[in-house]
């Protein structure tokens, strides 16, 4: 974080100095919520949830180095006590924001939020230094602490917003206006809380009504291929830059294909250039994610050589995201099981086939949570769709969804044996142990309460120690 006082801090956020002997003493650290991150000069905040009060560590904090508490109550070690401590988060937030010369970038969508948020922070890192969201931070706890983590240096900050409702990214806005707005898609995640698809378009859009007019450096980049997306185009004052494989996208791909190894290649075309891409990421539906990327890149002033170059060259930055690991014995694991919606499952199948191309393909998928009234339809399409890939088996892990997934795929397949149901992790690790031969692909995917990350782990420790069929 920028260096702030702690007179300065208690007068932004309208809070009451305790044990604090000099109120000219700056934070200089980082502004944490997790004890174990506090070190020299950092700032505690103190969040009291239904398991742990941040305000019973006080005193390790301070003692680990930690300038100063921020809580609700006197805690005997320096603090800045308020009423509310979300709501002063999010004041310092803004208030550092608005001291800071970086260009803020937004994003959201339904799906790919994250991969596109690490694409666009690896471009940009090649021309200025740039803070953004780790992980899937994206609520209002985690995006003001990603804000506060930026510096005197940082020139560009990339923010990733997440919406569970109306009114919520305006909230986000409100704390971190960005210049710079990306909208990726409107889907069916969150569906089950939001109502329908119009909702959830009326709930993203907000991030480019937030954005400045196109004469004060306002631009929104809205996909082209996204009929609700492009829509927004009316809901904003911004300049308005259109990213897709449509005709009318500013920044497009054309020639699009997957390697053998199922990495997407394509010819980028910017308003200001054209060059080749090949992506280390997996899977085709990372072409939009990177189209997004470069069209924000090409908005702050990168070239089309630039961006290519960057996007060939990118990684996976968050952990359980199309993790692609081979086994010693030849059976590759796709760890995709961070979240799941519909869009992300369908994605998910097609990269599996293209990875899996001329090998046996497993499907391990659980719950796609959230989904509402529209949840039994979208498993039992998921459970189809595995079957028309020609995924060699599905394994649907878990209760009710998990089999409407399986009877999908019951009810589309032509010999009833390309599905299998089994009650949880632990059942489908056995299986898997029995069955799997060496050269096989398997990917693992759910909603993270489902927690199938445990599958992939499982499947990875039996790889090292030798633990595979050889049938």
Request: charged content about 20%; hydrophobic content about 45%; aromatic content about 4%.
């Amino acid at each position: 974080m920028i260096a702030l006082s702690l007179a300065e801090i208690a007068e932004v956020v309208g809070g009451q100095t305790h044990d604090i002997p000099d109120p000219s003493v700056q934070v200089t650290g980082p502004v944490v919520r997790d004890s174990r991150e506090a070190g020299p000069g950092s700032l505690f905040v103190a969040f009291a949830g239904e398991r742990v009060d941040g305000h019973d560590f006080a005193a390790a904090v301070v003692e680990a180095g930690a300038v100063a508490v921020l809580g609700t109550r006197p805690v005997g070690v320096p603090a800045i006590v308020v009423d509310d401590v979300q709501a002063a988060l999010g004041a310092l937030a803004r208030h550092v924001v608005r001291r800071l010369g970086a260009t803020l970038v937004a994003l959201t969508g339904s799906a790919g939020k994250t991969s596109t948020k690490d694409l666009i922070a690896q471009v940009l890192q090649r021309k200025a230094p740039t803070v953004f969201t780790p992980g899937s931070l994206n609520n209002e706890i985690g995006l003001p602490l990603t804000a506060l983590s930026a510096t005197e240096e940082t020139r560009f900050l990339v923010l990733e917003m997440g919406a569970r409702g109306i009114g919520h990214i305006r909230y986000l806005t409100d704390l971190t206006p960005p210049r710079v707005g990306l909208v990726l898609n409107v889907g069916s995640a969150h569906i089950g809380e939001f109502g329908g698809r119009e909702q959830i378009a009326q709930a993203k859009g907000e991030l480019v009504e937030s954005l400045p007019a196109e004469a004060d450096g306002g631009t929104a980049i809205l996909n082209a291929d996204d009929p609700y997306v492009r829509a927004m185009a009316s809901r904003t004052k911004a300049k308005v830059v259109f990213f897709g494989e449509s005709g009318e996208a500013d920044v497009r791909a054309e020639n699009v294909r997957l390697t053998d190894t199922g990495q997407p290649s394509f010819r980028l075309h910017t308003p200001s250039g054209a060059s080749d891409v090949t992506m280390r990421l997996y899977g085709e539906h990372h072409v939009s994610n990177a189209l997004a990327a470069a069209a924000v890149a090409h908005e702050l002033g990168m070239s089309a050589d630039e961006i290519a170059v960057a996007l060939s060259e990118a990684g996976s930055l968050s952990r359980w995201r199309m993790e692609v690991t081979e086994r010693p014995d030849g059976v590759t694991v796709v760890n995709d099981a961070y979240n799941a919606n519909p869009e992300s499952m369908r994605a998910a199948l097609r990269a599996l086939v293209a990875i899996g191309k001329g090998r046996r393909t497993w499907a391990v998928l659980g719950q796609m949570a959230e989904l509402g009234d529209e949840a039994l339809a979208e498993h039992d399409a998921v459970g189809r769709l595995a079957v028309r890939l020609n995924v060699s088996k599905l394994v649907a892990v878990g209760g009710r969804e998990a089999a409407w997934l399986q009877l999908g795929a019951y009810n589309e397949g032509s010999w009833g044996e390309e599905s299998v149901h089994v009650s949880d992790a632990q059942a489908a690790v056995d299986l898997l142990r029995s069955e799997l031969r060496p050269g096989d692909v398997v990917l693992v995917k759910a909603s993270r309460s489902v927690g199938l990350e445990s599958v992939a782990q499982a499947l990875l420790e039996s790889g090292a120690e030798g633990e595979v069929s050889a049938r």
